[in-house]
């Protein structure tokens, strides 16, 4: 039994170091994705978010803002896709998030079933947010690092 667990407990640390070294970096990358394929929709008009964004922002016309938008969530992606340009990419996106929360507190009946603890599906995709903003802080805790290393010796592909 004891050599089962000394099994377990080895594959177990094989397994994590390679999550610790792979997973600042697959995280990244899919941030990146996420913001250029959502960023390229809006000003297409294919974006499902465009309408509640235009319901929620009044005060410029959807043919001006919806382009903007999408161009910034395509540059925060471009940035988080290039290693030198994070930093940029995440203080694009710590600006931009204060913006997505809106909808919460002008449009509450578009994102609650019942305030505040039942969100609908368009309030569920705001509050989700929040990982994204909590993803973008730990992609900032390896900006500092040149060769990807981290203080653990875990080191992300792609550096």
Known sequence: MQARLERFDRLDRRISQAMRRIGPWLLRISLGIV???????????????????????????PGVFLPILGAWEVAIGVCLLLKPLNRVGILLLLLQMPGTMLPLVLLPDVCFVHVPFVPTIEGQYIIKNLVLISAAIVVGGWVREPDGRSSAGAQPPGA
């Open 35 to 61: 913001f250029i394929w959502f960023g390229a929709l809006k000003p297409l008009g294919l974006s499902p978010a465009n309408e509640l964004v235009a319901r929620t922002v009044v005060w410029f016309p």
